[in-house]
């Protein structure tokens, strides 16, 4: 049974840029979601997809938004970024929407320059 | 939105010792808790559950209590490693539909052979 898996590791961009991250959720698990994680805090909720809809949103603009596909991967893009931006940013797979049985991948570390 | 938040930023121990991490919830209609665990450059590893219908959950060397009362949560390791160090945060369902998670500041630990 593999984990979940996150790609790149690292990435560093442009203020103004876009970048997409990916995500392969653990085998069985159908539902993703996605968090921001800056330096020195707890990981902050982004959204959530289920069934390749957007199931639940935090509080983050338009500007971030996100796809899953049929078998459950699913991405994050980010428009327009700002330094702000800068942060490590989590996928977790989940058998069900709800809270429990989340698995979380190792991240990808996004610095905006 | 109300949240979960922790007492300490840092745990220094000596390996050997028992270690307790405090956590401090708002919502009292909150039924489920979640601990986790975050080594450096890796994402949040699970390590213990409990529901409020409990006040007390044993795992390998972790317990959880649960004081509804007071609205604090506590993680005890047992005879702390080297390799239990790490930032540890307490983690709750957003809403009653479990949808996501939120989490609290985080706390780390330090464990001194």
């Known amino acids: 049974e593999t984990g979940v898996t996150q790609s790149p590791t690292h990435l560093i961009k442009t203020r103004g840029q876009q970048v997409t991250l990916r995500c392969s959720s653990q085998?069985?698990?159908?539902?993703v979601s996605w968090y921001q994680q800056a330096l020195g805090q707890g990981p902050q909720f982004i959204f959530q997809?289920?069934?390749?809809?957007?199931?639940g949103r935090g509080n983050f603009p338009p500007r971030f938004s996100g796809l899953q596909f049929p078998n459950y991967s699913s991405e994050l893009n980010v428009n327009a970024l700002e330094l702000d931006d800068s942060a490590l940013y989590l996928c977790?797979?989940?058998?069900?929407?709800?809270?429990?049985?989340?698995?979380f991948g190792s991240g990808t570390r996004l610095t905006v320059v | 939105g109300e949240s979960v938040g922790l007492h300490l930023p840092t745990l220094s121990v000596q390996e050997g010792d028992n270690s307790i991490i405090n956590c401090a919830y708002s919502n009292s209609a909150s039924d489920y808790f979640i601990w986790y665990k975050q080594e450096s450059g890796k994402g949040p590893q699970f390590i213990i559950d409990?529901?409020?219908?409990?006040d007390k959950r044993q795992g390998q060397r972790v317990t959880v209590l649960l004081n509804k009362t007071v609205k604090h949560l506590s993680l005890q390791i047992a005879a702390t490693q080297p390799g239990d160090s790490a930032v540890y945060f307490c983690?709750?369902?957003?809403?009653?539909?479990?949808?996501?998670?939120?989490f609290g500041k985080g706390t780390m630990l330090l464990v001194s052979p």
């Open positions: 409990i529901r409020s219908n409990m």
């Open positions: 997809y289920y069934r390749e809809e957007e199931n």
């Open positions: 977790a797979s989940s058998p069900t929407p709800g809270g429990y049985g989340y698995t």
């Open positions: 983690a709750e369902p957003l809403n009653s539909g479990y949808s996501t998670l939120t």
């Open positions: 085998s069985g698990h159908n539902t």
